[in-house]
């Protein structure tokens, strides 16, 4: 069954649907958002293919302030949550 991307989710997690979001302003928009969680907040990364470069990115930037882990990883529906652990 699909995921929603826009559903309510959890108290702390905050869903982020990448597909809505320019590709010329994407990647300044996901790290914006990251850069606005607080540590145990979760975003919740929608997107249609596989991330890699930008999860290579996120690493080089943040590192181990945030945390990825893959809810689904079917093509076409990719979902990713980020946790940002206290420093």
């Keep these: 069954m699909p995921h929603d991307c826009s559903a309510p989710t959890a108290t702390g997690i905050y869903p982020f649907d990448a597909r809505g979001v320019s590709k010329r302003f994407r990647h300044a928009a996901i790290f914006g958002a990251l850069q606005s969680l607080q540590p145990g907040e979760v975003m919740r990364f929608c997107n249609d ?3 890699l470069p930008l ?6 930037v943040f590192g181990p302030r945030v945390r ?5 990883r079917t093509p076409g529906e990719i979902l990713i949550d980020f946790l940002i652990v206290a420093e």
């Excluded at 999860?55 to 080089?60: P, S």
């Excluded at 990825?68 to 689904?72: G, I």
Aim: net charge negative; no cysteine.
């Design 49 to 51: 293919h596989d991330p």
């Design 55 to 60: 999860l290579r990115q996120i690493d080089q």
């Design 68 to 72: 990825a882990a893959y809810v689904s």
